[in-house]
């Protein structure tokens, strides 16, 4: 088992260590991870309080169980640094994450803009549309905001259907509330982001998955 660190926002690792982790992984939630990241195994060059900033950084686990013949080890595990704590007279930092899930329960589903949340055009209307249709618009609208970006890959799937939501900007309701409700929903879609190491490997990146 490895840890990788990096940018949340652009998913490129900036620190490889060994160390011990744990995590937990399911449909339709975020998960957690905690991992203990001894600081005698930290190269010099890294600076662990900057590489583990709460909400800037991401922690990622490795693991060398992969079918991948050609490098041994896929990603597991991988999501935003929330908590980072270092127990006094330890040698030792602890890491906690959750899934990618909980950046949308941080974000009001709301189209952002030059107007406020009270404002009709931040009002989030959808028509036509599947549930898996809706979860993915809302997904969209969570990430169209100024530095929302995020190095996520979105499914090519057909939304069309004959439902119709409205989700008011007036709400201040979190995106990862609306699509926890739309799974509850008779025949609501089972999602996951699930983490993977980039082409070039330099990376990471999470693909959103339907059910």
């Not at 260590?17 to 195994?41: E, F, H, K, N, P």
């Given at each position: 088992?490895?840890?990788?660190?990096?940018?949340?926002?652009?998913?490129?690792?900036?620190?490889?260590?060994?160390?011990?982790?744990?995590?937990?992984?399911?449909?339709?939630?975020?998960?957690?991870?905690?991992?203990?990241?001894?600081?005698?195994?930290?190269p010099p060059e890294v600076d662990i309080r900057a590489v583990t900033t709460?909400?800037?950084?991401?922690?990622?686990?490795?693991?060398?169980?992969?079918?991948?013949?050609?490098?041994?080890?896929?990603?597991?595990?991988?999501?935003?640094?929330?908590?980072?704590?270092?127990?006094?007279?330890?040698?030792?930092?602890?890491?906690?994450?959750?899934?990618?899930?909980?950046?949308?329960?941080?974000?009001?589903?709301?189209?952002?803009?030059?107007?406020?949340?009270?404002?009709?055009?931040?009002?989030?209307?959808?028509?036509?549309?599947?549930?898996?249709?809706?979860?993915?618009?809302?997904?969209?609208?969570?990430?169209?905001?100024?530095?929302?970006?995020?190095?996520?890959?979105?499914?090519?799937?057909?939304?069309?259907?004959?439902?119709?939501?409205?989700?008011?900007?007036?709400?201040?309701?979190?995106?990862?509330?609306?699509?926890?409700?739309?799974?509850?929903?008779?025949?609501?879609?089972?999602?996951?982001?699930?983490?993977?190491?980039?082409?070039?490997?330099?990376?990471?990146?999470?693909?959103?998955?339907?059910?």
């Open positions: 088992m490895r840890l990788l660190l990096g940018h949340l926002r652009t998913g490129d690792i900036v620190a490889e260590l060994d160390g011990q982790a744990d995590y937990t992984d399911q449909l339709s939630a975020a998960g957690s991870a905690r991992a203990t990241i001894a600081l005698d195994a930290v709460p909400w800037r950084h991401y922690l990622a686990i490795t693991s060398d169980t992969s079918t991948d013949t050609a490098t041994g080890e896929t990603v597991v595990w991988a999501g935003p640094i929330v908590p980072r704590r270092r127990a006094p007279n330890t040698s030792a930092v602890e890491v906690s994450a959750s899934g990618l899930w909980a950046v949308f329960d941080r974000r009001v589903l709301a189209r952002l803009g030059d107007w406020a949340y009270t404002d009709p055009q931040a009002d989030v209307i959808l028509t036509y549309r599947s549930l898996p249709g809706v979860a993915l618009d809302i997904v969209q609208v969570a990430l169209d905001r100024p530095h929302g970006e995020l190095p996520l890959v979105l499914p090519r799937l057909n939304t069309s259907g004959d439902l119709e939501r409205r989700y008011y900007g007036h709400e201040l309701a979190p995106a990862g509330e609306r699509l926890k409700q739309l799974t509850a929903d008779e025949n609501g879609p089972d999602l996951h982001f699930h983490p993977r190491y980039r082409p070039d490997r330099s990376g990471i990146e999470w693909v959103f998955r339907v059910g």
